[in-house]
């Protein structure tokens, strides 16, 4: 059993001595990661820009920054945001290099507003991105209150009909939407 443990343990204990390990230098033209088995090095002129990952997907809680560089031969640099004086690292970073996250989202923006398919006009197509936008953010706060509103009605109910029916409505909601 404590075997078992050990082995189930060992890639949690490497990666968190890695991220122990791992140091960024950043000299006149490069950045260089220092990590527990690979150096990674990029100059300036070599990297395209930089992404936010953020954990599980959520956008309020990021995880790394990773610089990308312009060649797919190069490795890129993953940045963990748990380093003392990241907020300087990565004010430095989005000075210096440009965006990848925007840079999509922009260009994804245009090609919709370009596609015909969406509509016959500019302000149409626009207006039908921020209807969707409008639908993404219901739709969000909708799957996030419906588990709520379960655990609450759960608590309460002792079989009664109104509690159970509410609880089908709850989850009916996101479906019907």
Do not use: C
């Amino acid at each position: 059993m404590i075997i078992g443990i050990g082995i189930q343990l060992t890639p949690l204990l490497i990666y968190q001595l890695s991220r122990y390990k791992q140091k960024i230098i950043i000299s006149n033209n490069t950045i260089i990661s220092k990590g527990l088995f690979k150096d990674k090095e990029l100059k300036f002129n070599e990297i395209k820009g930089y992404k936010r990952l953020y954990w599980f997907n959520r956008p309020l809680i990021q995880s790394h920054i990773v610089i990308q560089p312009i060649s797919d031969l190069k490795d890129t640099i993953k940045i963990d945001l748990s380093y003392q004086n990241i907020n300087e690292l990565t004010d430095w970073i989005e000075y210096k290099f440009e965006n990848l996250d925007s840079l999509k989202e922009q260009t994804d923006k245009e090609n919709l507003l370009q596609d015909s398919r969406f509509g016959s006009t500019t302000t149409e197509r626009q207006l039908k991105i921020s209807q969707s936008k409008k639908i993404a953010n219901t739709l969000n706060f909708v799957g996030f209150l419906a588990p709520l509103l379960l655990i609450l009605t759960s608590t309460f109910a002792n079989n009664n009909t109104i509690i159970v029916f509410l609880q089908l409505l709850i989850i009916a909601i996101p479906i019907l939407v």
